[in-house]
């Protein structure tokens, strides 16, 4: 069964925002480091933004200032809220749990996010 499932994507013009919602089960939010990867077409898949230990966030640069990801522990769910969108920020987005012990990665299905006028 699908234990990580994103929503929130969509087409968005550049100099827009949006933010993109991830549910998972409570098994891999409690034992994970969040966090949010993307890959466009023809790219490899990069990391966006992720919590880490003691929760605080890392950030890709080019995101730096423009994206921020945050988390409802009640609701077992990670958000990513983008602003400033530009054309380059097209891409499936993944949503990724990875346990804090062993590294284990989950994947959610990605979320189509296209920022063009």
């Known amino acids: 069964q699908a234990q990580l499932v994103e929503s929130g994507g969509g087409l968005v013009q550049p100099g827009g925002s949006l933010r993109l919602s991830c549910v998972a089960s409570?098994?891999?939010?409690?034992?994970?480091?969040m966090g949010w990867f993307r890959q466009a077409s023809g790219k490899q898949r990069e990391l966006v933004a992720r919590f880490t230990w003691g929760d605080s966030p890392i950030y890709t640069d080019s995101v730096k200032g423009r994206f921020t990801i945050s988390r409802d522990d009640a609701k077992n769910t990670v958000y990513l809220q983008m602003n400033s969108l530009r054309p380059e920020d097209t891409a499936v987005y993944f949503c990724n749990g990875r346990t804090r012990f062993g590294g284990l990665d989950y994947w959610g299905q990605g979320t189509q996010v296209t920022v063009s006028s």
């Open positions: 409570g098994s891999i939010f409690s034992s994970s480091f």
